[in-house]
């Protein structure tokens, strides 16, 4: 049996009311006119531009169109007695703070107007804007609402792109600047209220700008979309976003890191990943990444302080010489200022005579006689003392003054090397940059013709960063410095991207496994041995040497020896000296050396001499620290301490770590700290957490980034405590502070 109201009609009948209810005295309509204004809102309905609804006292629906039913994929007849609000769903933008909900609105009893809901189902996007009007018996009873819809998923999938173009990188589809700065701002905020912490990682493509400029502007774009792709495989911390802020800029935040171990690996794996070849066109090519890091609150409290703080990491890890992470900290103000001064006065310091070339020599790993020397630049800076060339060789290479400064190298090293006698060669290390200029075999010609060193006693040394970029440019300097008949090795193997295709499409004469690669060979459970022992065996098949570099110990020695790598560079043998000494040992003839260090070698325990607070209860001392591993260090500065006495070790800017004493003679003692130190990405060491500056704002500090310098001995003091006499006997370090430590 069909009720009145289930014919179409009868449904039109039933939403009009017939006359029934509202306020306003109702229009009365005549029974032809009734009819006509069905059939209208039929027609209306059908063409499908809107719809109607009705629901009744309770909330529930008493009429609605077909067209919605059909889009909730629900018989008409199964909705009807259903609350309304059922129907829809009410989706939020991020940044309408209101509260309303839909039960909240439809229970209001009040007209509306423009309500956009999207239509409750899984299966279809939908958006309706909906309105009703409430209705009114003629006693004010309310008798239910009634009204329209209209279909806006077109109007809102356009508003949606536009919104989209606006926050997000066209090329890459990562977040945009604009979007990684609101929601940036947004978190720190928020998470400032709930003291939490935030890291923010800003990320720069190293050589980019060469391979745009060789390969095209298309094919740096597809370069870029494919470090996005990358950098969304590499990063999956919860809640983080990634983001391109122009050119070959990235930004990743990342809410409630703040472990730096943590923050290290990430950092390590993001410049791996970015490292890989890259398919482009056809054309391979490779690029590295710099990475700086800061934390909230740590490194800055607004989101302006923190981008400034991770920028100055990222300026610090490119002067570095790229491909490495740096964290921010209050130093990198000062080292920016050195090595903005470094920069101005490398300018200078050729012309001043303040470079000079010192020879390290390479020896024949089986007889100890030296075969090579390599050429290693040295500066005496005036006011800096000796400048390190890991320090001025990056600096150079950025400020374009390396082409100076090689070429200058070049020269003196052939000179020096025409002195030496025999077939004793020298080598000199070429950067990237200098073996990119087309004039560069020229210069080398020169050189050569200049000091008159027979060519085959000139060895090159080029690193894989000269692969970057133009495939055929290289192929012919490659050829051109054949024809000269030099020799070229490509040095610091295994620090790279260390492809053996290199060495089969290159014409080297040698190659240098670096130190780094070399370190802890001769650990259990190392795996580089076996690799050495491949790469020796691809040299010889391909008649190329080898050099092992860096071997310091007498096991690494050994079993450079056993791997079968032909030539040792190290402080074993010797470090690099002035060429008159090198003329000196040679005066008869060949330069045997007796290899001499320590028996073992001993994991990485760094050399330091720093001041350092040492806090035990009411006490801060200032000590020396004489050296530095993740697991511990050596302290010079306090007398007759226990073994087992327990310190908090002040390293700074909010790094505290426990450490217990393990060993102890005299001023001396040995600590152990309860958690290891993690890579500061510098070459040093940090702690994994510091001292959060929500504590100190706890404890009556203002809210601010840490500041340099110790821990504030206050905050670690009981209120009201008695005060202790200091347990320990402090003595001044015999050792002198070096310039720099
Ligand atoms: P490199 O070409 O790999 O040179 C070897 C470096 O390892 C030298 O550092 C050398 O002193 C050091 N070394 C040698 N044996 C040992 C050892 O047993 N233990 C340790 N810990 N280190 C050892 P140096 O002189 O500080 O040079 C660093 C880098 O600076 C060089 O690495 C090279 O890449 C660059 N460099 C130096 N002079 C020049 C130059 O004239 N031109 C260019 N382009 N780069 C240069
Ligand atoms: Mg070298
Ligand atoms: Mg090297």
Redesign the pocket.
């Known amino acids: 049996m069909t009720t009145p109201g289930d014919t179409a009609l009868g449904r039109f009948k039933n939403l009009l009311g017939s006359g029934r209810g509202n306020t306003r005295a109702p229009t009365r309509l005549s029974s032809h006119e009734v009819d006509q204004a069905l059939l209208l809102m039929r027609d209306y309905e059908e063409s499908g531009i809107g719809w109607f609804w009705a629901s009744d006292k309770d909330g529930r629906i008493s009429y609605i169109s077909d067209v919605v039913a059909q889009k909730i994929g629900t018989a008409r007849s199964e909705l009807l007695g259903l609350p309304i609000q059922s129907l829809f769903v009410l989706e939020r933008d991020d940044d309408d703070g209101s509260e309303r909900t839909l039960p909240l609105i439809f229970s209001a009893r009040k007209t509306f107007t423009g309500l956009q809901v999207r239509a409750a189902t899984d299966t279809a996007s939908v958006w309706w804007s909906i309105a009703g009007r409430p209705q009114f018996g003629p006693d004010g009873t309310f008798n239910g609402y009634r009204g329209n819809g209209v279909d806006v998923t077109a109007v809102r999938q356009s508003q949606r792109d536009a919104s989209r173009l606006a926050q997000y990188d066209s090329l890459t589809g990562l977040a945009n600047r604009h979007r990684m700065g609101k929601r940036l701002g947004a978190t720190l905020t928020a998470y400032k209220a709930a003291k939490r912490s935030c890291a923010v990682m800003m990320l720069d493509l190293d050589r980019f700008k060469q391979v745009n400029d060789t390969l095209g502007h298309p094919a740096g774009d597809e370069l870029l979309k494919q470090v996005a792709q990358r950098l969304q495989r590499v990063i999956a911390e919860k809640n983080c976003e990634i983001g391109r802020l122009g050119g070959d800029e990235f930004q990743i935040m990342l809410p409630d890191v703040d472990d730096r171990g943590r923050l290290g690996e990430i950092a390590k794996s993001v410049i791996t990943m970015l490292s890989q070849p890259y398919q482009i066109d056809g054309s391979r090519c490779v690029i590295g990444a710099s990475v700086g890091i800061a934390i909230a609150p740590y490194d800055g409290v607004s989101s302006e302080e923190l981008v400034r703080s991770a920028d100055l990491a990222l300026y610090a890890s490119k002067g570095g010489g790229r491909g490495q992470f740096r964290f921010y900290s209050s130093d990198l103000h000062s080292e920016a200022e050195r090595r903005r001064q470094i920069e101005e006065d490398l300018r200078d310091a050729l012309a001043n005579d303040q470079m000079r070339v010192v020879f ?1 020599p390479i020896v024949d790993a089986r007889t100890n006689t030296v075969v090579s020397l ?4 040295r500066w005496a800076h005036p006011e800096l003392g000796e400048v ?3 320090v001025f ?1 990056p600096i150079a290479e950025e400020a374009n003054l ?1 082409g100076a400064l ?1 070429d200058w ?1 070049l020269k003196q090293a052939c000179i020096d090397g025409a002195r030496l006698p025999g077939n004793v060669k020298v080598a000199v ?3 990237a940059a200098q073996f990119a200029n087309p004039g560069f075999s020229s210069l080398v010609a020169q050189a050569l013709a200049h000091s008159e060193l027979p060519p085959e006693r000139l060895e090159l ?1 080029l690193t894989e960063s000269i692969f970057l970029g133009d495939r055929a440019a290289t192929d012919d300097m490659f050829t051109q410095l054949k024809m000269l008949g030099v020799r070229l090795a490509l ?2 193997f295994g620090t790279g991207y260390s492809s053996l295709s290199y060495l089969q499409h290159a014409p080297f004469d040698k190659i240098k496994i670096d ?1 780094a690669f070399i370190q802890g060979v001769t650990e259990e459970g190392n795996r580089n041995a076996a690799i050495i022992a491949s790469i020796v065996s691809l040299a010889e098949a391909l008649n190329m040497d080898t050099t092992a ?4 110990a007498h096991d690494e020695l050994e079993e450079m020896r056993r791997l079968g790598v032909g030539q040792i ?4 043998y010797a ?2 000296v002035p060429i008159d000494d090198v003329c000196d040992a040679m005066l008869s003839g060949d330069w045997v050396i007796e290899p001499d260090g320590p028996s073992k070698y001993r994991p990485e325990r760094r050399t330091v001499l720093r001041k350092v607070g040492l806090i035990h209860e009411d006490h801060r001392y200032d000590v020396t620290m004489r050296n530095l591993s993740r697991s511990g260090c050596m302290l010079e500065g306090l007398v007759d301490v226990p073994i087992g006495t327990q310190f908090v070790v002040d390293f700074g800017e909010g790094q505290l770590a426990v450490a217990v004493v393990r060993r102890s003679a005299g001023a001396m003692q040995g600590l152990e700290f309860e958690h290891h130190l993690v890579d500061d990405g510098a070459g040093g060491l940090c702690t994994r957490h510091r001292v959060s500056p929500y504590v100190l704002a706890q404890a009556g500090m203002p809210l601010a980034a840490l500041p340099p310098g110790q821990y504030p001995m206050q905050l670690m003091q009981q209120p009201g405590g008695a005060i202790t006499l200091p347990k320990f006997g402090q003595v001044e370090a015999k050792h002198k502070m070096p310039k720099f430590a």
């Open positions: 390290q390599e050429t290693l630049a390190s060339p890991g060789i390396i090689g190298v290390n070429v950067s040394e040095d610091d130190k570099e860096g071997i310091e560079q190290g402080f074993i470090s690099a």
